[in-house]
């Protein structure tokens, strides 16, 4: 019996595998096809994933995570639809995220992030020696994706990897130590000034949740604040020295490559549009330093995505899931700790970086709102009365 149950998890591990490879984002597995065989793939699987859901659907609860979640996709993709019309890669691509956070919620949760943490460990020993010969390159394309992207992909693919340890024996091993390290060496030798950051801040969170539990005020004060700082007052200093010296350090000009154009933009968009957004795949145009006009789709800012995509009324619903899925995150547990540090984490991308919308911040997001889920079942079975 024992054997019949791991047999099928391997299956249905080898199935998510197969079904959430599209969407991944990985450069290799994108450019190693034509755009309609891909598509083709990522339709297909959908598919298969909403199959999936209709089995599982007994089990699955339209808690207020699932219901959160789907929410604040149908605000942004009826925005995109009313704006930009539709288009059916967008909606295959939110449609599966969808369906995958449902999932995450069901008994097919193991066996997600066991997949998932499989095409993390292979894409990163792949990518790593087809790597080094690019490094000097500008505008280098590795087999996970280019700089910026190297540390998007990387980073909370290392802590799917830890979660999954937890999941399967309760505790981190040695591999999955050597894993993290070398997912955090690879980011730092490949990615961009960003990329690196965010590398030493995931580590740095780490060493520190070792010595004592994360104290969850704390960490998301610092972490608003900083927003608030690049969303409100960075104009005021962006041409300082100070702030030259800084971004120096990060390997950035003083206009984070162009980033305080695109958020200024972004938030006169958001003016005008403050209610709904404009959806996904709005134009934010400038003239650039060197008088040409630049073209960007994303807001590269976490908070000024959403607003950008669904207005106020998204970032309402994805202020509540977010806070409550933190709120039910016991900090006295390793695993409940690791996911807390990896949601700071992918906040702390989302500073400069548009990660929204990354696929491995939906997967984060899904096993944050299962384990909190888990912790507020246990606490509600202790607070029983006998």
Same mark, same amino acid.
């Given at each position: ?23 991944? @984002? ?5 450019? #190693? ?9 990522? !339709? ?18 339209? /808690? ?58 292979? #894409? ?21 994706? @280019?700089? /910026? ?14 979660? /999954? ?12 130590? !050597? ?15 960003? %990329? ?42 962006? *041409? ?10 990060? @390997? =950035? ?8 154009? !695109? ?9 005008? *549009?403050?209610?709904? %957004?404009? %959806? ?16 960007? *789709? ?29 709120? +039910? ?36 997001? +899904?096993?944050?709102? *299962? ?7 246990? =606490? ?7």
């Amino acid at each position: 019996m024992v054997n019949a149950v791991k047999k099928n998890r391997f299956f249905l591990s080898a199935l998510f595998v197969l079904l959430l490879l599209p969407f991944c @984002g990985i450069y290799g597995v994108r450019n #190693a096809m034509s755009s309609t065989i891909f598509q083709a793939w990522q !339709v297909a699987a959908m598919g298969a994933l909403a199959v999936i859901v209709v089995i599982a659907a007994t089990e699955i609860k339209c /808690n207020w995570a699932v219901v959160s979640f789907a929410a604040y996709q149908a605000i942004v993709m009826v925005s995109t639809f009313v704006n930009h019309g539709f288009s059916p890669g967008i909606f295959t691509v939110m449609a599966a995220a969808v369906l995958l956070f449902m999932l995450l919620q069901s008994s097919c949760y193991e066996s997600i992030v066991s997949a998932l943490a499989f095409i993390v460990v292979v #894409a990163a020993l792949i990518n790593f020696p087809m790597m080094l010969p690019q490094l000097s390159a500008v505008d280098a394309q590795f087999f996970i994706a @280019g700089k /910026n992207g190297l540390g998007i992909f990387l980073v909370p693919g290392v802590f799917i990897v830890m979660i /999954n340890a937890y999941n399967r024996h309760g505790a981190l091993n040695k591999w999955v130590y !050597v894993m993290m390290a070398f997912c955090l060496v690879t980011v730092i030798i490949g990615a961009s000034g960003t %990329g690196i950051v965010v590398s030493l801040v995931a580590l740095a969170l780490m060493l520190l949740s070792l010595k004592a539990p994360p104290k969850k005020s704390l960490y998301l004060t610092i972490i608003l604040v900083a927003y608030a700082f690049l969303i409100f007052f960075l104009n005021s200093v962006v *041409h300082t020295d100070i702030w030259r010296d800084f971004t120096s350090l990060l @390997g =950035k000009d003083s206009t984070l490559t162009s980033r305080t154009y !695109v958020w200024n933009y972004a938030k006169a968009l958001i003016g005008e *549009h403050w209610l709904f %957004g404009t %959806g996904r795949g709005s134009e934010i145009t400038f003239l650039n330093d060197w008088g040409g006009e630049s073209l960007f *789709h994303e807001a590269h800012n976490f908070i000024l995505e959403i607003l950008l995509e669904g207005g106020m009324l998204a970032l309402a619903v994805y202020t509540f899931l977010i806070s409550k899925t933190f709120s +039910g995150l016991d900090m006295r547990d390793k695993k409940s700790q690791t996911i807390f540090i990896a949601l700071c984490v992918l906040l702390v991308n989302g500073l400069t970086e548009s990660t929204v919308n990354n696929f491995f911040v939906t997967v984060i997001l +899904g096993i944050a709102c *299962h384990c909190a889920q888990e912790n507020r079942g246990i =606490k509600d079975w202790h607070e029983q009365p006998i």
